[in-house]
């Protein structure tokens, strides 16, 4: 069952909190931090955004997760990564800087994902709302290019 016009009027929510407190909030829920992933649209080609939070951090690395509230349809966001790796990520308003994004290999998910239920119980509830296995998604930061 899907679940796609609550999840846009959650996100359109969260976008007037930023908008309309001039970003003082909306740039954490509980203890994680919340970022604007811009990705290139598969189909469209224009830019993309959506709001997530990172249960995971790890360095410079973050962690995020492709629920989508246990739909059995994969977000928009992620079909759009896996089309394009290169995205961008910002923070509290700030210009997006460039990641490179990956889903976690089955080992890397084995370890990531009680870490991510740790840090937000309801991945558990949606993984079991829906058949499909939720993925794990790794930002990785773009080294910058090395001068010619």
């Known amino acids: 069952m899907s679940n ?32 604007e992933l811009e990705t290139v649209g598969r189909r469209s080609g ?10 995971v951090e790890e360095g410079d690395r973050l962690v995020v997760i492709a629920s989508r509230g246990g739909d059995d349809a994969m977000p928009a966001w992620y079909l759009n990564l896996q089309a394009e790796p290169r995205v961008g990520v910002a923070e509290q308003g700030g210009s997006a800087r460039p990641y490179r994004a990956r889903t976690a290999d089955p080992q890397e998910r084995e370890r990531l994902w009680p870490r991510a239920v740790a ?4 991945y558990a509830a949606y993984q079991r709302r829906t058949e499909r296995l939720i993925p794990v998604v790794i930002l990785e930061p773009e080294s910058p290019a090395a001068p010619a």
């Open 46 to 55: 224009e830019r993309r955004r959506a709001m997530l939070t990172v249960p």
């Open 4 to 35: 796609r016009r609550a999840m846009l009027t959650m996100t359109a929510l969260h976008r007037t909190i930023v908008r309309l407190t001039g970003g003082r909030l909306g740039w954490s829920i509980g203890e994680m931090r919340v970022i």
């Open 119 to 122: 840090a937000y119980r309801g």
